[in-house]
C-alpha cells in the first residue's frame, strides 16, 4: 500500500510541477553565441566589446559556457529581481555554470588572466 501511494504521490507532482525553459549562451573572448540548449542549433551569433548582459526571463534558466580557450577567470554579477546582488568570480576556459530559475540579469564581465604562484 505504501508504494501506490508513493507511486501517486510521485505521479502528481510530476503532472502538477512547472516546467522551465534552459537558455543556452556560450560567452568566447568577443564572441557571444546564443543556442537551443536540447538540439545545440545556434539561434544567434553577434561580436561584442566589453561587459556582456543576458537576460533570464520568469521561469527559464540560463547555461552559461565560458569559452576563453585560456586560463581565465570572469567576474559574473547576478541582479535578481528584487534588486539584490551576487558577484562569483568564475573560471573561463571551457566551463559551463547554470543560474537559479529567472527573473534576473546576468552581466559577465571581461576575461581577466590567472596569476599562479
Known sequence: MKKITLSVALLA???????????C????????IT???????????EYYKGNLFVTVKNGQVLALHLYDE???VRKVITT?????QS???LDSKDNTYYSLVGPLTI?????????LK
Open 35 to 45: 543556442f537551443n540548449y536540447t538540439t545545440s542549433e545556434i539561434i544567434n551569433r
Open 13 to 23: 507532482a510530476v503532472l502538477t510541477a512547472k516546467a522551465q525553459d534552459t537558455i
Open 107 to 115: 552581466e559577465v564581465r571581461k576575461p581577466k588572466f590567472i596569476i
Open 70 to 72: 585560456k586560463l581565465r
Open 80 to 84: 535578481y529581481s528584487n534588486g539584490d
Open 25 to 32: 549562451t556560450m560567452v568566447a573572448l568577443d564572441e557571444k
Open 87 to 89: 558577484t562569483q568570480v
